[in-house]
């Protein structure tokens, strides 16, 4: 089993920045391909980001490809999330997920969630 634990949410305005992190236990995370999601009230769980565990494969949503950067460090057992030049709608609670098997932009394909964090974006 794999515990996933988010921090680093909070409040902040049109433009600034914020970094995610999603601490893990377990024996695993290493072999495991992690990606970040998000959800706003009133709408379904959409994909953000994931990385491979071996040669660190990233890939992103459109809508955040240029502002938004997943890194992992396995050696540390965790995952971030590097949030830049936010916009109103990126306000979502943030979910870090890991997959045993194999990792795409559809949440139902992830076994390990954590609880995740709040991310506000004022203007």
């Known amino acids: 089993q794999v515990q996933l634990v988010e921090s680093g949410g909070g409040l902040v305005t049109a433009g600034g920045s914020l970094r995610l992190s999603c601490a893990a236990s377990g024996w695993s995370f290493s072999s495991l391909v992690m990606a970040w999601f998000r959800q706003a009230p009133g709408k379904e769980r959409g994909f953000v980001a994931t990385i491979t565990p071996d040669d660190g494969k990233t890939s992103y949503a459109d809508s955040v490809k240029g502002r938004f950067t997943i890194s992992r460090d396995n050696a540390k057992n965790s995952l971030y999330l590097q949030m830049n030049s936010l916009k109103l709608e990126d306000t979502a609670v943030y979910y870090c997920?890991?997959?045993?098997?194999?990792?795409?932009?559809?949440?139902?394909?992830?076994?390990?969630w954590g609880r995740g964090t709040q991310v506000t974006v004022s203007a």
């Open positions: 997920a890991g997959s045993s098997t194999y990792g795409t932009t559809n949440p139902t394909h992830y076994k390990y």
